[in-house]
């Protein structure tokens, strides 16, 4: 008997000294910590991946400015986690409020914590609302921002059909850098086109803190050829940056005089969510500085930063980028919970805008990291072509709703 025992402690003892996998905690649940918790999954390596993101369903901004027009219903842009937990994905309904780096530790908002090896943040953007004097969360609810989808989106809807034709329309629009640098000028183009159908007497301008902005040539032909006379863009250098606004009046303000609207659209500036801070992965600009080959925190070893919050160089904050720094993001921590090296990703962004339902005009870059930064590959990207025809223009906008259809079935399908 003595013998057997002695073989059942040897046998038991691998058991006993097993490791468990290591555990990757990702906090946010838009493009960006949503692809990288299925990524991860998908590397077939043993991680166990917990979720942290504490709505049930995930509302889309891309597309989001069709609702605005009435081309699209909000419901179509919610979607739920059923997939990633299916995929054997941990989703724990809840807020991260506090990370200590050292213990690797993650404090929850119901006073748990959760203990992680390696940690991704995707907390998407915090808009500044008090960064533009007499806006505010108040003024957010007159003057709506819909800059974050949902509720300000449909109230942004709901002030456009109440509003009386010939009413002025204003979008303002922020300093770079902010989240879909297109997505102003889209929203503007939508907008005209909701406006030219239902309130033709109707004008909208744009005050916008730039004076060049993304895919303007090919933004500017389409108000030409689609709503001439309808848009007026006033640029930084001739009075565009808004400095207050009043909205009590719905009056905005610039260096060059004032605007009173019949619906206001204030963008304002932005900067990572509020637990980058928290963390300590953000800088003096509010962004978080990242290594270009493993998105790792240069400022937190062991957390990484993807999407929207992070400072990726010359890749544009959009989902499709997102979603693409999310991959590489889980391989290079899958290759460092191995014991790894991670290689040097490429990575590649395409942004689609609409002009009207069918006109699409896109731009597309491919990147690598260069100089600790990541760097546009020279030659490797492009827009669409100047004084195209209809059909491209309109096979560019079925290629948009193609591949919203596809990242969104991928990501949380």
């Not at 402690?9 to 649940?29: N, Y």
């Not at 009386?164 to 907008?191: K, M, Q, T």
């Not at 500085?289 to 930063?305: A, C, K, N, Q, Y």
Request: aromatic fraction near 8%; charge should be negative; charged fraction near 20%.
């Amino acid at each position: 008997m003595a013998g057997l025992a002695t073989g059942a402690a040897a046998l038991a003892a691998p058991r006993v000294l097993a490791q468990a996998p290591p555990h990757v905690a990702v906090v946010g649940g838009g493009f960006a910590g949503a692809s990288a918790a299925r990524a991860l999954k998908r590397q077939g390596a043993d991680i166990r991946v917990t979720l942290v993101e504490p709505k049930a369903r995930y509302t889309a901004c891309p597309f989001s400015n069709a609702v605005l027009a009435g081309l699209r219903d909000l419901d179509a842009q919610y979607f739920g986690y059923d997939g990633l937990q299916r995929d054997g994905i941990d989703v724990v309904a809840a807020s991260a409020t506090a990370i200590d780096a050292e213990a690797r530790r993650l404090r929850l908002d119901d006073g748990s914590d959760l203990a992680f090896d390696r940690l991704i943040l995707a907390p998407g953007i915090d808009l500044m609302l008090d960064a533009i004097p007499g806006y505010g969360a108040l003024g957010a609810e007159v003057m709506p921002h819909a800059w974050q989808a949902g509720e300000q989106t449909a109230l942004l809807r709901r002030q456009l059909e109440a509003m009386d034709d010939g009413g002025l329309v204003v979008i303002a629009a922020p300093a770079n850098p902010f989240r879909c640098p297109p997505g102003p000028y889209e929203r503007a183009s939508l907008v005209a086109h909701y406006l030219k159908a239902h309130k033709p007497r109707s004008k909208l301008l744009i005050l916008d803190a730039k004076d060049t902005f993304s895919k303007q040539r090919l933004f500017e032909e389409a108000w030409e050829q689609l709503y001439p006379g309808l848009i007026e863009w006033v640029s930084l250098s001739f009075g565009g940056r808004v400095t207050e606004v009043d909205a009590a009046t719905k009056t905005l303000t610039t260096e060059f005089g004032s605007h009173q609207a019949a619906v206001a659209n204030v963008i304002p500036p932005q900067r990572a969510g509020a637990i980058a801070a928290a963390a300590g992965v953000a800088d003096r600009t509010g962004w978080c500085p990242i290594d270009s080959v493993t998105f790792e925190s240069r400022l937190r070893p062991g957390i990484h930063v993807i999407g929207d919050a992070a400072i990726a160089g010359a890749m544009p904050k959009s989902a499709f980028s997102a979603n693409a720094q999310a991959k590489a993001c889980a391989a290079a921590v899958a290759t460092l919970l191995a014991g790894g090296q991670p290689a040097a990703p490429k990575l590649i962004n395409t942004c689609y805008s609409l002009a009207a339902p069918d006109y699409g005009i896109s731009i597309a870059g491919v990147y690598e990291p260069r100089e600790g930064l990541l760097a546009e590959v020279a030659g490797a990207g492009g827009v669409s072509p100047l004084d195209a025809s209809a059909d491209v223009r309109a096979s560019e906008a079925a290629y948009a709703e193609a591949w919203f259809d596809t990242i969104t079935g991928e990501v949380f399908g």
